[in-house]
């Protein structure tokens, strides 16, 4: 069998052949004007009928020494207006033969206009390097932006990554580099022993999941978790984003899904790790779903068919990640495509001091930082948000030219991820301040004061971002369950910055729009979600969410939310 062409290769010889057909048409053109030869005597007769029309123009050419005159002339044809048709001509400047021509051009007083020769090839290269200057930006900005690999024709090739032989050895990563998400791996440990070794699972008659599915919230190490299962089993990861499949043209996202799996099985086994599967696993709802087109469903089915299309035990695995599994398309989740679904939630606090130690590997601390008292001040970090905390706090500390990372560079940091930058230029009044420090110091002295409620840690009338002010708990362990009487002491802890003001300062202020946001917010969820109003008990009011299978009525009439309104604020004012 012939050996087949590279695809840059193959590109620029269809080029080629394009050129050489612009070429071939050109020359046959009958459009193109034609140059008819006179003599001299043609020449003169023509002038004596009058038919050379002026000015007639000498072209000169001292490499080759001679010259040639041309211009136009009337032939005896008329077009439809009944004007003579024209055509071009020449008559070569000849020594010894007719150097009179021109003293006999001046005695008959012809308009002669002098000019240096041009090449009777140049309307066909001007329109040549206009073709070939297309066909470059065609190549260029097109092809390569909106087709990806494979030339300026290969709109349907897969865009995948493939960390694979050196690269694969130069960014390797295992599970030693991926913290705070143990019971994940664990998860996926079955994964990489079958990579390793298929034949020990499928001896009894077993078979391995053909797909898993990564599930949780952003920045929490779900695409690190897929890249350290490939490093681990030490086989090529083809890495693409969901978005990668969708172009300008349908089709394109169901041909690239072919290809890639089609590549996926040259190299078995190995994986595939689609990243943000939701944006092209959403759900078949019919015209007018989600999406808007059709494109999507197109790449969607070509995935389902493709999983189904391959034996579990070819060693081939789908790997996705997704925080937003609620709009999947049920086909997409059952037993046969993604048996598996392994959720990666937010770190708790020994994964979070977990990460902070791996992150901050590579920095130089003082002796005073405290990474455990670290992660106790950031509930609720992904590990990506931690991994932005210590940069910034290593950025502080060489503006403030410290040899090492001190507790308060990495205070400040974590002040500046959750509020934003310190704003000590802000216009602020000595009023301002006073009506600050009384409304931080009402939070202050209800957190200390309050039960159900997290140690005081900090308050500030530094103004961060939009807030002037700031009171900050410091949680001593991690709360997965909170109770009535947690959520009816944060709600009075909300209020507390706005009765200190009135007391104090004989007004009220803006600064406690927050505030009221937040009470207003978990009052409404204790009612409408957690069932924990005495006039409505064990009800829930939520909305259907949009991406639900069955068309539910609505959660609650207008009488009840007029009910559910007046229960918020009676919680509110009696807090």
């Known amino acids: 069998m012939a050996k087949q062409l590279n695809p840059a290769w193959r590109s620029w010889l269809m080029i080629a052949l394009i050129a050489l057909m612009f070429f071939s048409m050109y020359r046959l053109n009958p459009n193109v004007p034609k140059t008819r030869e006179l003599t001299q ?26 010259t040639y005159l041309t211009g136009e002339i009337e032939t005896d044809e008329l077009n439809d207006k009944g004007d003579p048709v024209r055509e071009s001509y020449r008559v070569a400047l000849v020594p010894g033969e007719n150097e009179t021509l021109m003293d006999d051009l001046f005695n008959r007083q012809m308009r002669v206009v002098v000019k240096a020769k041009k090449s009777l090839m140049s309307p066909f290269v001007t329109q040549l390097v206009f073709f070939l200057g297309f066909m470059a930006l065609f190549y260029w900005f097109f092809a390569r932006k909106v087709g990806g690999s494979g030339g300026p024709f290969g709109f349907g090739k897969s865009r995948a990554k493939v960390l694979d032989g050196k690269e694969e050895k130069k960014n390797k990563i295992s599970f030693s580099d991926v913290a705070g998400v143990d019971e994940a791996k664990e998860e996926v440990q079955e994964i990489v022993e079958f990579l390793k070794d298929p034949a020990s699972f499928t001896k009894l008659g077993g078979r391995i999941p053909k797909g898993v599915l990564l599930v949780g919230p952003p920045g929490t190490g779900k695409t690190l978790l897929a890249k350290a299962i490939a490093g681990e089993a030490k086989v090529p990861f083809f890495a693409m984003s969901g978005s990668d499949f969708e172009e300008m043209f349908v089709g394109v996202g169901a041909s690239r899904m072919r290809d890639v799996f089609a590549e996926a099985k040259k190299r078995a086994p190995c994986i595939v790790f689609i990243d943000e599967i939701d944006s092209i696993g959403q759900k078949r709802t019919g015209a007018g779903a989600i999406g808007g087109s059709h494109a999507y469903e197109q790449t969607l089915n070509t995935m389902l068919v493709e999983m189904d299309g391959f034996d579990a035990n070819e060693g081939v695995i789908v790997i996705a990640a997704t925080n937003r599994p609620d709009t999947l398309d049920s086909a997409l989740l059952r037993p046969g495509r993604f048996d598996r679904q392994v959720v990666v939630e937010l770190p708790t606090l020994k994964g979070r001091e977990e990460i902070l130690k791996l992150h901050g590997a590579k920095i130089k601390f003082a002796a005073d930082a405290d990474l455990a008292r670290v992660a106790r001040g950031t509930p609720g970090f992904s590990g990506a948000d931690l991994a932005n905390l210590l940069n910034e706090a290593a950025l502080m ?30 216009g602020y009044s000595q009023k301002d301040r006073e009506t600050t420090a009384w409304h931080e110091a009402g939070h202050a002295l209800l957190q200390v004061l309050l039960p159900d409620t997290d140690p005081l840690h900090k308050v500030t009338i530094i103004p961060r971002g939009r807030a002037l002010g700031a009171t900050m708990a410091l949680p001593e362990k991690d709360v997965l369950n909170h109770t009535r009487k947690y959520f009816l002491s944060e709600i009075r802890l909300c209020c507390g910055g706005r009765i200190a003001e009135e007391i104090f300062t004989g007004d009220i202020s803006t600064g406690a729009s927050q505030d009221i946001a937040q009470a207003t917010q978990i009052a409404r969820e204790m009612i409408c979600k957690y069932g924990m109003s005495e006039q409505f008990g064990f009800q829930a009011f939520m909305e259907p969410s949009p991406f639900s299978d069955s068309a539910l009525p609505p959660a609650f009439s207008e009488e009840t939310s007029r009910a559910i309104d007046a229960e918020v604020k009676a919680m509110i004012d009696a807090a």
């Open 41 to 66: 005597l043609e020449f003169f007769k023509a002038i004596d009928d009058g038919k050379v029309v002026e000015p007639i123009v000498r072209f000169l050419d001292r490499d080759e020494g001679e």
């Open 397 to 426: 500390a060489v503006r403030k030219k410290l040899d090492g990372v001190d507790m308060q560079t990495l205070d400040e940091a974590r002040d500046k991820v959750i509020w934003g930058r310190e704003r000590k230029s802000a």
